[in-house]
């Protein structure tokens, strides 16, 4: 049985003073990811898409014409990122700690000063999938975990967290997020752990 869907808004505040230019985490769906005007509004200059059956074209600045053979491609008034998740069964188990690097990293970057990254430096970040109540859920409770544990000491506080401040309801909670993500999301906190723990030599020769 699926749950029930209801109306919330199409991007949510989940967390703040992320990364080291203190940025604000929003989770959103379809709607608030591809609404140019609303990411403006918020600040969000970072998007990370989880959602593999999902794509955006943000594109503003087209750098060649397309065609029914040749797809679009230039600059978008955004970074964006694509993880690529599945809402079930079928990703991976490494899809997730994957997710949590790309979006650690997404943070973390620093642009060149050159012609072809018009980007700046900081800004927020929103977090997507289809409807924003599932695998963008699971790895933002990770994120948050991991990245804030003085306020989500264990995973499970960050999820209930997000499902306050997603709107997610009590009668959907049973898949928001969906039990293998959920899951999934556990073992790469796991994962996590270890790989902060192993010396960094250790690292290099076992790549």
Same mark, same amino acid.
């Given at each position: 049985m699926d749950a029930p869907i209801y109306a919330r808004p199409d991007i949510s505040l989940i967390g703040r003073g992320l990364? $080291?230019?203190?940025?604000?985490? *929003?989770?959103?769906? +379809?709607?608030?990811?591809?609404n140019r005007e609303m990411l403006k509004r918020h600040?969000?200059? /970072?998007? /990370? &898409?989880?959602?593999?059956n999902l794509d955006i074209n943000l594109v503003t600045a087209p750098d060649g014409p397309s065609s029914e053979e040749i797809c679009g491609s230039g600059f978008a008034n955004v970074r964006y990122y694509k993880v690529g998740l599945i809402d079930g069964e079928g990703s991976p188990d490494t899809m997730? =700690?994957?997710? *949590? *690097?790309i979006l650690d990293g997404a943070l973390r970057q620093s642009m060149p000063k050159r012609e072809t990254y018009p980007f700046p430096d900081g800004g927020n970040i929103l977090v997507s999938? +289809? #409807?924003? +109540? #599932? +695998?963008s859920v699971s790895l933002v409770a990770l994120f948050l975990h991991k990245k804030q544990p003085h =306020?989500? $000491?264990t995973l499970d506080a960050a999820v209930s967290h997000i499902r306050e401040h997603r709107e997610l309801r009590p009668d959907e909670w049973f898949e928001t997020p969906k039990p293998m993500l959920y899951e999934a999301a556990r073992r790469a906190s796991k994962w996590i752990d270890l790989i902060a723990a192993a010396p960094s030599d250790n =690292?290099? #020769? &076992?790549?």
């Open positions: 990364g $080291p230019h203190g940025a604000d985490l *929003y989770i959103g769906g +379809r709607e608030g990811a591809s600040g969000i200059t /970072v998007v /990370v &898409n989880c959602a593999v997730m =700690l994957g997710a *949590y *690097y999938c +289809r #409807s924003g +109540r #599932s +695998r =306020l989500y $000491p =690292l290099i #020769s &076992n790549a």
